[in-house]
């Protein structure tokens, strides 16, 4: 094995780019290595390609791999290298000394029969179709489905509710027309973990939420509402939707909505 494996803090990255790069990390790797990818480790606002991260992305990305400035890194990739040679230069360019590429890179490592492994659960081929996702739009709601919402609760011609996860406070300071506040917190015990359905049931009830009939869900930006369309679920409603941009999107995009109704209004009097 060579010398740079017995380093007490040590990262190893396949820093493949092609078609099927993940996929074929996954199905042989070099020992304890991870993968790092360049379609993401990268200027995304810039329209020119892998053009070099702001330092704050390229932080957070060495935090999210566990890299710290004292560890040694080693870079390889099943090509010819050069995509090894551009991660080392990021790491340099950041200040990041200690990191050297795999002289070779997978095709020599494979060539002189030393040892790979799989990823678990990826220890036979796998196909794409094993990962192809569906977006469930009815698990998912717009800003304008929510403004006819809004409406449709109003009118009373619709049985499906509003709800707010935010505190008190939160919610008499503004909110989502129709929308009924359910704090989130209220659905959870002391240590964290969810009430039990008969508690969240009563809880609800007593909030003026009816899991028997349809639920939005929403907070501030879209994550404390998560924790009630999980406990809803949870509780037995299997019909439940989160409004992603939640009250951050709807304070600012409503006043739209409302200039407009009365930009379009026929005045009553004329002169």
């Given at each position: 094995?060579?010398?740079?494996r017995?380093?007490?803090?040590?990262?190893?990255?396949?820093?493949?780019?092609?078609?099927?790069?993940?996929?074929?990390?996954?199905a042989?790797?070099l020992?304890?290595?991870?993968?790092?990818?360049?379609?993401?480790?990268?200027?995304?606002?810039?329209?020119?390609?892998?053009?070099?991260?702001?330092?704050?992305?390229?932080?957070?990305?060495?935090?999210?791999?566990?890299?710290?400035?004292?560890?040694?890194?080693?870079?390889?990739?099943?090509?010819?290298?050069?995509?090894?040679?551009?991660?080392?230069?990021?790491?340099?360019?950041?200040?990041?000394?200690?990191?050297?590429?795999?002289?070779?890179?997978?095709?020599?490592?494979?060539?002189?029969?030393?040892?790979?492994?799989?990823?678990?659960?990826?220890?036979?081929?796998?196909?794409?179709?094993?990962?192809e996702?569906?977006?469930?739009?009815?698990?998912?709601?717009?800003?304008?489905?929510?403004?006819?919402?809004?409406?449709?609760?109003?009118?009373?011609?619709?049985?499906?509710?509003?709800?707010?996860?935010?505190?008190?406070?939160?919610?008499?300071?503004?909110?989502?027309?129709?929308?009924?506040?359910?704090?989130?917190?209220?659905l959870q015990?002391?240590?964290?973990?969810?009430?039990?359905?008969?508690?969240?049931?009563a809880?609800?009830?007593?909030?003026?939420?009816?899991?028997?009939?349809?639920?939005?869900?929403?907070?501030?930006?879209?994550?404390?509402?998560t924790?009630?369309?999980?406990s809803?679920?949870?509780?037995?409603?299997?019909?439940?939707?989160?409004?992603?941009?939640?009250?951050?999107?709807?304070?600012?995009?409503?006043?739209?909505?409302?200039?407009?109704?009365?930009?379009?209004?026929?005045?009553?009097?004329?002169?």
């Open positions: 094995m060579l010398a740079f017995s380093h007490p803090d040590l990262k190893i990255f396949d820093c493949s780019v092609m078609d099927g790069a993940l996929l074929s990390f996954h042989d790797h020992p304890d290595a991870s993968f790092i990818d360049l379609n993401y480790f990268r200027n995304m606002t810039n329209p020119y390609p892998f053009m070099l991260p702001g330092v704050q992305q390229f932080t957070d990305t060495m935090k999210l791999n566990g890299i710290k400035k004292s560890t040694r890194v080693v870079l390889y990739d099943k090509g010819n290298s050069y995509y090894a040679t551009r991660v080392y230069w990021m790491l340099r360019t950041y200040g990041h000394e200690n990191a050297s590429v795999l002289n070779g890179g997978f095709p020599k490592w494979k060539a002189e029969m030393r040892r790979t492994e799989s990823t678990e659960g990826f220890e036979q081929p796998i196909v794409d179709s094993e990962f996702y569906a977006f469930k739009p009815e698990l998912y709601r717009y800003f304008e489905q929510i403004v006819q919402l809004s409406k449709d609760i109003k009118a009373k011609d619709t049985t499906e509710q509003l709800t707010d996860a935010r505190p008190k406070s939160s919610y008499d300071a503004g909110h989502i027309d129709e929308a009924i506040n359910l704090w989130w917190q209220e015990n002391a240590d964290h973990t969810v009430k039990s359905p008969a508690e969240i049931w809880i609800a009830q007593a909030n003026g939420v009816d899991l028997t009939h349809p639920q939005t869900t929403s907070c501030q930006s879209g994550i404390t509402a924790w009630l369309y999980a809803f679920q949870h509780a037995g409603n299997q019909n439940t939707a989160v409004y992603d941009g939640s009250y951050n999107e709807y304070s600012q995009r409503i006043k739209n909505v409302t200039h407009e109704h009365h930009h379009n209004q026929t005045s009553t009097f004329l002169y």
